[in-house]
């Protein structure tokens, strides 16, 4: 699906008008970009029936733009022209925290600022803070965020890169003459974002595989063309993809050298050295004597190690453990049983309730929390109180519509400035599941973040803390927190923390999530969907709960409907 890359074509159009002026056009493409990226249905056979124009917010122009965009695969002239007349490295400075369409056109027009280097330039020499509107303290921030933002810079999103290798994968899979094919390096990994594709075949024609790999219809450029390796640039979000031939027997050793970690295999290799053996991308020798290669399963065994799940390949303590037979069985792509947080079109979300339940049945889900936002996140559509009783009595009546699904009435919370929820406690105790989070108020001090929500965490009625560092991937660095008072605060109340799975989210991370079980936390992992389509992103915060060495007692939503019922009380 198109979806994601249409809804940012979008929301960066709406980006570069918005340094002009907030109007009316800005206010359009944001709708716009809000209704595409929440469809339950691909963009592309929406546009393939003629039915663009039917969508909430789009109308004949913004759907002839959306045509474009699909067709090229990410591009728009007009989105270009845009960028033409103002003439700066727009993607690279609003990725840093602090800075907006209009500061950034501040900081042009004032001090000729166009690319980070001239951002940190000017902040070093302390001229950012002489303008209008800045100040010591945004310039200060500027400069502790340019390292965030510089790294940032040319990886995507692990949400928006797997689907396209996996269409890949499919495709090279289907061809007669191609034997085994696997997606490897940082993708397979996991990792929240990634630099490339990383493909591996087994194939007895190799000049067959890469003559259609170099020709495939998202190719936009051909690298490297060659027998054993080549490289392409896609359309579709300007990535490379790497394909790599190799014989069946050395297939496992390769497909784990280039699944990583850089850090992993040099430890695995310092084993293999210890051992007398020798490892490679090509096998396990003593000697010249292959002795394992066709599997990961039989390398690692070569090495007297339990197999390692990709995830935990990070040298985070996974060698060493797995050389000692101790390695967790970390939760599976199938243990989760229902999904406690999503929205629906009773707040920000595109669907009914009844929609979002019909879609967790078919992921056969035993349960499901419907969460929308309360009164004070009027951006979000907050529920004030009548809302939300209105909302509770129409989740009944579904619930009676409805057999092998239990819907939870809930509610995601505001957690204030003072660590107030923005809900009464006479609503809250009506609810089922109440998730309580912090959306505003970002620039507290830690200790100020800290206190709120251990305050919020308090509340008797708060199951879950929803996102609880507040990050967004690319966009926004996790606010700073006293982590071990949470943990601690977490085990005496018996709070969830949530790993949301929401792919600019995945908060907590895999590091957070490793600290929480290890304080012997529990977890949610929920979606946060506004759509049924974005149900299906729940691997996403599986995946990331698993690279934090999470098991399935870790998480709450493993636990049957009865069991669940009978922990939450209800």
């Given at each position: 699906m198109?979806n994601?890359?249409?809804?940012?074509?979008?929301?960066?159009?709406?980006?570069?008008m918005?340094?002009?002026?907030?109007?009316?056009?800005?206010?359009?493409?944001?709708?716009?970009?809000?209704?595409?990226?929440?469809?339950?249905?691909?963009?592309?056979?929406?546009?393939?029936?003629?039915?663009?124009?039917?969508l909430p917010g789009?109308?004949?122009?913004?759907?002839?733009?959306?045509?474009e965009?699909?067709?090229?695969?990410?591009?728009?002239?007009?989105?270009?022209n845009?960028?033409?007349?103002?003439?700066?490295?727009?993607?690279?400075?609003?990725?840093?925290?602090?800075?907006?369409?209009k500061?950034?056109?501040?900081?042009?027009?004032?001090?000729?600022?166009?690319?980070?280097?001239?951002?940190?330039?000017?902040?070093?020499?302390?001229r950012?803070?002489?303008?209008?509107?800045?100040?010591?303290?945004?310039?200060?921030?500027?400069?502790l965020?340019?390292?965030?933002?510089?790294?940032?810079?040319?990886?995507?999103?692990?949400?928006?890169?797997?689907?396209?290798?996996?269409?890949?994968?499919?495709?090279?899979?289907?061809?007669?003459?191609?034997?085994?094919?696997?997606?490897?390096?940082?993708?397979?990994?996991?990792?929240?974002t990634?630099?490339d594709?990383?493909?591996l075949?087994?194939?007895?024609?190799?000049?067959?595989?890469?003559?259609?790999?170099?020709g495939?219809?998202?190719?936009?450029?051909?690298?490297?063309?060659?027998?054993?390796?080549?490289?392409?640039?896609?359309?579709?979000?300007?990535?490379?993809?790497?394909?790599?031939?190799?014989?069946?027997?050395?297939?496992?050793?390769?497909?784990?050298?280039?699944?990583?970690?850089?850090e992993?295999?040099?430890?695995?290799?310092?084993?293999?050295?210890?051992?007398?053996?020798?490892?490679?991308?090509?096998?396990v020798?003593?000697?010249?004597?292959l002795?394992?290669g066709?599997?990961?399963?039989?390398?690692?065994?070569?090495?007297?190690?339990?197999?390692?799940?990709?995830e935990?390949?990070?040298?985070?303590?996974?060698?060493?453990?797995?050389?000692?037979?101790?390695?967790?069985?970390?939760?599976?792509?199938?243990?989760?049983?229902g999904?406690l947080q999503?929205?629906?079109?009773?707040?920000?979300?595109?669907?009914?309730?009844?929609d979002?339940?019909?879609?967790?049945?078919?992921?056969?889900?035993e349960?499901i929390?419907?969460?929308?936002?309360?009164?004070?996140?009027?951006?979000a559509?907050?529920?004030?109180?009548?809302?939300?009783?209105?909302?509770?009595?129409?989740?009944?009546?579904l619930?009676?519509?409805?057999?092998?699904?239990?819907?939870?009435?809930?509610?995601?919370?505001?957690?204030d400035?003072?660590?107030?929820?923005?809900?009464?406690?006479?609503?809250?105790?009506?609810?089922?599941?109440?998730?309580?989070?912090?959306?505003?108020?970002f620039?507290?001090?830690?200790?100020?973040?800290?206190?709120?929500i251990?305050?919020?965490?308090?509340?008797?009625?708060?199951?879950?803390?929803?996102?609880?560092?507040?990050?967004?991937?690319?966009?926004?660095k996790?606010?700073e927190?006293?982590l071990?008072?949470?943990?601690?605060?977490?085990?005496?109340?018996?709070?969830?923390?949530e790993?949301?799975?929401?792919?600019?989210?995945?908060?907590?991370?895999?590091?957070?999530?490793?600290?929480?079980?290890?304080?012997?936390?529990?977890?949610?992992?929920?979606?946060?969907?506004?759509?049924?389509?974005?149900?299906?992103?729940?691997?996403?915060?599986?995946?990331t709960?698993?690279?934090?060495?999470?098991?399935k007692?870790?998480?709450?939503n493993?636990?049957?409907?009865?069991?669940?019922?009978?922990?939450f009380?209800?």
């Amino acid at each position: 699906m198109k979806n994601q890359m249409v809804a940012s074509v979008l929301n960066q159009v709406a980006d570069l008008m918005e340094i002009e002026a907030v109007d009316f056009r800005t206010l359009a493409y944001r709708k716009a970009a809000h209704t595409v990226e929440n469809l339950s249905e691909d963009i592309e056979d929406i546009r393939k029936e003629g039915r663009l124009q039917e969508l909430p917010g789009i109308g004949a122009k913004i759907a002839k733009k959306i045509e474009e965009i699909v067709d090229t695969s990410g591009s728009l002239e007009y989105l270009e022209n845009l960028k033409k007349e103002f003439p700066v490295d727009y993607d690279a400075l609003i990725a840093v925290e602090g800075l907006g369409p209009k500061s950034i056109k501040q900081l042009y027009n004032e001090l000729g600022i166009k690319n980070l280097d001239d951002l940190e330039k000017n902040a070093k020499r302390h001229r950012i803070r002489r303008l209008k509107g800045m100040g010591e303290t945004t310039e200060r921030k500027i400069l502790l965020n340019l390292e965030y933002a510089r790294k940032s810079t040319g990886r995507k999103l692990l949400g928006n890169i797997l689907p396209i290798a996996v269409k890949m994968k499919k495709e090279l899979d289907r061809l007669d003459y191609v034997e085994r094919v696997e997606i490897a390096g940082s993708i397979r990994r996991r990792k929240e974002t990634v630099g490339d594709i990383d493909i591996l075949v087994t194939t007895n024609q190799p000049l067959e595989v890469m003559a259609y790999f170099t020709g495939m219809d998202m190719v936009r450029d051909v690298v490297v063309s060659g027998p054993s390796k080549s490289t392409v640039r896609l359309k579709e979000n300007g990535i490379d993809v790497d394909l790599r031939v190799f014989d069946d027997e050395s297939f496992g050793s390769a497909l784990m050298y280039f699944t990583g970690s850089k850090e992993t295999n040099v430890a695995l290799r310092r084993i293999a050295i210890s051992k007398g053996l020798k490892l490679s991308e090509y096998g396990v020798f003593r000697g010249q004597k292959l002795v394992a290669g066709t599997t990961e399963e039989d390398v690692f065994k070569s090495l007297g190690m339990e197999y390692i799940e990709p995830e935990l390949r990070e040298n985070t303590g996974e060698v060493e453990a797995a050389s000692l037979g101790k390695l967790p069985k970390i939760l599976g792509y199938n243990d989760i049983v229902g999904d406690l947080q999503m929205h629906s079109e009773w707040g920000d979300g595109s669907r009914s309730i009844f929609d979002m339940a019909k879609k967790a049945q078919k992921l056969g889900y035993e349960y499901i929390a419907i969460t929308d936002h309360s009164g004070s996140l009027r951006i979000a559509n907050g529920m004030d109180e009548k809302t939300m009783l209105k909302q509770m009595k129409e989740i009944d009546n579904l619930q009676d519509q409805l057999e092998d699904i239990m819907i939870f009435k809930g509610v995601e919370a505001n957690i204030d400035s003072y660590g107030l929820l923005d809900v009464p406690d006479k609503i809250l105790g009506g609810m089922d599941i109440v998730l309580a989070g912090i959306h505003s108020g970002f620039n507290q001090n830690s200790k100020e973040l800290t206190r709120r929500i251990l305050s919020a965490m308090e509340n008797e009625y708060v199951n879950i803390i929803a996102h609880p560092t507040g990050r967004k991937i690319q966009e926004r660095k996790a606010y700073e927190l006293d982590l071990e008072r949470i943990f601690d605060a977490s085990n005496d109340t018996g709070t969830l923390l949530e790993v949301n799975s929401h792919m600019n989210r995945l908060d907590l991370n895999d590091v957070n999530i490793k600290m929480a079980v290890e304080h012997g936390c529990k977890l949610a992992v929920n979606t946060d969907a506004h759509s049924p389509a974005q149900l299906n992103n729940i691997h996403l915060g599986i995946a990331t709960a698993r690279r934090g060495w999470a098991k399935k007692e870790d998480i709450i939503n493993t636990l049957p409907l009865k069991r669940l019922l009978k922990h939450f009380d209800i």
